[in-house]
């Protein structure tokens, strides 16, 4: 394999799209609906980006009443499609059943175990009420928050609309992540009500979701209520008072509720990110803005049409899944798949069988499930009948040219194109990505997409036109940010301080000469491990709580499947004894805090951690020395000594 990498490294071919494929998307309907031409015609029409999305809002929503303006923007504070009355639940599920769509199978979902159920608009729309008029009878109202935490089974989005229709914020945590993340989650944003289950399966075991809810609600002191749906029927303890059973108390329920006619800017829902300090930022995202921008970016990127079979394959739990599997497919009446389980359980085909069982035809992942399977083998995918797929897409880190190839042939079938799309929580949609018209790089995600403007910036603010810096939106989109809960400052700061009126994205990035992007990872402290944002200082925090630790300083080295891996230098407290033993125990205690997925690969023991006088730890000439690489500037550092420790821990 490697001596394959090598050639493939020096990928240079652009791969253009067939002109009867163009000729067939969405994007190209537009277009000539609107005399445009070329993708460069298109790019240039919508730099009028007001007129654009007020365009794109037409197309994709329909709003109880209509806007006044496009954008109230008081930079950094923007306020989309005002005047309006709104909520994504009507264009998600209401309006379909009205339609013939009442009936068209909305989910197709699989458990790990091999369960199929398949639930139609119409099925959609009662279980949403029903779910809806439980939360008000235990008096969730509008703006009040709702903590959910489930694994990915359908009542995971059926829980998210319900909470939308009344007005509700929906605050998710991932399944994967500890019932102390859950908790922190919880109190940061005061959550009245946790929605969760028994249990659920991964990789042939069941993982007790409810006891780790239990255990979170200790010490949760907002939580009144809680929702438990029953998935395997494991014995569970229950809060009598506090715990109510899905099943029952939605049985006698209406299968009506009306939709909350909210304001286009009322929030929608907070979930928490990984940035440079110890805790999650609860990043807040609105009704309308939302819905324009994740609904219009899907039907033109990924060219839903009303006969595709799409599928996600991230978890809800992070933003691809909001964006992409709890909303934008429902507001364009799509058919998806929703799978449970592991990837490669109880075989690497596991996910190639899926397609080839419901005729899947566009298909989402990310950079590292791709080199997992590449691991595993093409003989796998070589099992099944994959033609039926037509697009591909990869998201949540850069993808090397090599993965890149392989996704290509081996489950594009040479056919399909691969749709790189470069966003974040923050941005809530899309923002740097092909449309499937565009010529592709492979390992680019090539332009901004209509409606939006990105540049890459030196040190000083001032554009790079062929070169690397760092990545800037110019100017605001729909789906953006509206801030971060309980800290305004920290959003000002954050994102639009560094550089006057642009967004910092925090990504290192490189433009070149055909205005193609090419993204490097984050240029600040977050570590992206298999695609998913994880602080270093969040690790850091969860090993310095073990009580045998005085220190901690986390780093990321590169990892040929993961993107990234974690490696934490860790000062013990007097007189402890640095055991192998005691290395494992540090490894599980992260799990516990945090979650499986932070799990340190390697802790070295030193004796001090190189810091700043004012006590900053410097990653930076940790990183350096630990992969080998010149240290640089080391004048503001309190303790040298400490870098050669560094060094020898290889
Ligand atoms: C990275 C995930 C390269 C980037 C949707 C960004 C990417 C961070 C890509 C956001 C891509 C996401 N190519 N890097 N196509 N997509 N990233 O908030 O570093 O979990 O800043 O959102 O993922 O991660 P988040």
Redesign the pocket.
């Known amino acids: 394999m490697t001596e394959n990498i090598s050639v493939l490294l020096d990928e240079k071919r652009v791969f253009k799209p067939s002109k009867d494929f163009v000729n067939q998307t969405n994007v190209k309907q537009w277009m000539d609906q609107h005399n445009i031409k070329t993708y460069d015609d298109l790019l240039k029409k919508a730099e009028d980006w007001k007129w654009f999305w007020g365009e794109m809002a037409k197309d994709v929503v329909e709003f109880y009443t209509p806007y006044k303006q496009v954008i109230e923007w008081n930079e950094p504070f923007a306020k989309w499609f005002t005047g309006a009355k709104y909520n994504i639940v009507h264009d998600a599920i209401d309006k379909h059943v009205t339609t013939w769509r009442k009936n068209k199978v909305a989910i197709i979902f699989e458990g790990e175990p091999g369960d199929v159920r398949k639930l139609t608009y119409n099925d959609l729309y009662i279980q949403v009420n029903k779910l809806a008029n439980a939360l008000k009878e235990l008096g969730i109202k509008k703006g009040d928050r709702v903590g959910i935490y489930l694994p990915m089974i359908p009542e995971l989005p059926i829980a998210m609309l319900a909470c939308a229709k009344i007005g509700a914020i929906h605050s998710v945590v991932f399944s994967g992540f500890s019932a102390t993340a859950f908790r922190d989650r919880a109190n940061d944003c005061e959550v009245k009500l946790v929605i969760t289950c028994d249990s659920f399966y991964r990789r042939g075991k069941k993982v007790p979701l409810k006891t780790q809810a239990d255990d979170a609600c200790k010490e949760t002191p907002s939580v009144k209520n809680m929702i438990v749906y029953q998935r395997t029927g494991d014995q569970v303890n229950w809060t009598a008072g506090r715990d109510h059973w899905w099943h029952e108390i939605t049985k006698d329920k209406p299968s009506t509720c009306p939709t909350e006619q909210l304001d286009a800017n009322d929030n929608l829902y907070f979930l928490y990110?990984s940035g440079t300090t110890g805790k999650p930022k609860g990043i807040i995202h609105a009704h309308a803005g939302y819905a324009v921008g994740i609904a219009q970016t899907l039907k033109w990127v990924f060219d839903i049409k009303d006969q595709d079979v799409y599928w996600c394959a991230a978890d809800i739990g992070?933003?691809?899944g909001h964006s992409y599997i709890a909303y934008a497919p429902f507001i364009l009446g799509a058919t998806q798949i929703i799978y449970e389980g592991a990837p490669d359980w109880p075989n690497p085909d596991r996910w190639w069988d899926i397609i080839e069982k419901y005729g899947v035809s566009v298909f989402y992942t990310s950079p590292t499930s791709v080199r997992l399977f590449m691991r595993h083998g093409e003989d796998w995918p070589k099992k099944h009948d994959l033609t039926s797929l037509r697009l591909l897409g990869?998201?949540?880190?850069?993808?090397n040219p090599e993965a890149w190839i392989w996704y290509y042939k081996n489950i594009g079938g040479e056919r399909c194109q691969i749709m790189?799309?470069?966003?974040?929580?923050?941005t809530g949609h899309f923002v740097?990505?092909p449309l499937p018209i565009t010529p592709i790089k492979p390992g680019s995600?090539t332009k901004p997409l209509p409606g939006m403007a990105a540049a890459v910036y030196d040190d000083k603010g001032i554009q790079v036109k062929d070169g690397g810096g760092s990545l800037v939106l110019m100017h605001p989109w729909p789906g953006m940010l509206r801030g971060i809960y309980k800290n305004p400052e920290r959003y000002k700061e954050t994102y639009w301080g560094r550089f006057k009126g642009v967004y910092l994205?925090?990504?290192v990035a490189r433009v070149d000469a055909d205005g193609y992007f090419w993204?490097q990872?984050?240029a600040d402290d977050?570590l992206?491990i298999s695609?998913?944002?994880i602080g270093n200082s969040e690790v850091e925090s969860a090993l310095v709580s073990h009580p045998l630790v005085a220190e901690a300083a986390v780093i990321g080295k590169p990892h040929e499947e993961k993107g990234e891996s974690i490696t934490s230098f860790v000062v013990l407290k007097k007189g402890v004894e640095p055991t192998e033993a005691l290395k494992k125990e540090l490894r599980d205690h992260v799990a516990k805090e945090m979650g499986k997925l932070a799990r340190p690969d390697e802790i070295w023991f030193v004796t001090d951690v190189p810091k700043t006088r004012s006590g900053k730890i410097m990653r930076r000439v940790i990183r350096a020395k630990a992969l080998g690489q010149e240290v640089g500037d080391t004048s503001t550092l309190a303790n040298p000594e400490s870098v050669d420790e560094i060094g020898k821990a290889k």
């Open positions: 990110t992070w933003v691809t990869s998201v949540g880190e850069p993808i790189d799309t470069w966003w974040q929580t923050e740097i990505s995600a994205a925090g990504d993204i990872g984050r977050v992206k695609g998913h944002r």
